[in-house]
């Protein structure tokens, strides 16, 4: 089940303007111009930034998420029409031949069950035609990014043209090993509206990643550094082999 920040109408529509600036997604860009991709999955595609971003430059780009309130949001969108819009996660995709699947930002850890995530990695192994790459980041749990995550260092006034100001912050609400939870509260200012959002994410060590991955069969080519968040977390490039 999707968090409610992405299948709430409401909290969906606010989500670019509360976090506009995606430079994460340059490093994603770059990866795919460097592997000269032509076709993309975007695994966990939310509003559509990612999949617009590169649908702009002419691939050929298919974007799933389970929550249907970011999927409106996303075709809504100038240029939506170039985008493949699938409902649904990794675990049932339609046939696929892609050069390259993706999964920014949280994408990849929002993904706690063990048993889905090894289904999501072997559902995006059959998207990925022979030699494609699967690219994915993942926080360094060692880093403890948890500690960090409190209403001081996040509460923000946000005024949103036709929405007024919003109010938001984040609060982890539990750290059980590798699971870490966490609630975002938005309060409206125009009717003083409330709504909360929990959330869970699985801090996976390096090893642990490329070890699942060899499972499902993906030959780990490369393990980088994200430009935006430099020692904070893993980036795996992972590839289905080719014939």
């Not at 539990?174 to 200012?189: C, H, N, Q």
């Not at 801090?203 to 968040?229: I, K, N, Q």
């Amino acid at each position: 089940m999707p968090d409610e920040c992405f299948r709430h109408p409401r909290l969906a529509a606010i989500y670019d303007p509360l976090d506009p600036d995606r430079g994460d997604l340059d490093a994603y860009v770059a990866i795919a111009a460097e592997l000269e991709a032509r076709r993309v999955l975007d695994i966990g595609c939310g509003t559509g930034v990612f999949a617009l971003l590169l649908a702009r430059r002419g691939i050929e780009v298919v974007g799933v998420d389970p929550a249907l309130a970011s999927l409106d949001v996303a075709r809504a969108k100038s240029g939506a029409e170039r985008v493949r819009w699938v409902h649904g996660d990794a675990t049932a995709l339609p046939a696929l031949q892609v050069d390259l699947a993706t999964m920014t930002a949280n994408a990849a850890q929002e993904i706690v069950d063990p048993s889905d995530w090894q289904r999501s990695l072997r559902g995006a192994y059959d998207a990925l035609r022979p030699g494609g790459y699967l690219v994915f980041e993942s926080r360094d749990p060692a880093k403890r990014a948890w500690e960090r995550w409190t209403r001081g260092d996040s509460y923000r006034v946000t005024e949103i043209p036709g929405v007024g100001a919003v109010e938001s912050w984040v609060e982890v609400t539990g750290v059980d090993g590798p699971l870490v939870s966490f609630r975002w509260t938005f309060v409206f200012a125009e009717d003083g509206d409330v709504l909360t959002s929990d959330s869970t994410l699985r801090f996976r060590e390096r090893a642990e990643v490329e070890a699942e991955l060899v499972v499902c069969g993906y030959d780990v080519r490369d393990v980088r550094g994200a430009p935006d968040r430099p020692g904070l977390e893993f980036v795996f490039l992972a590839q289905r082999p080719p014939l």
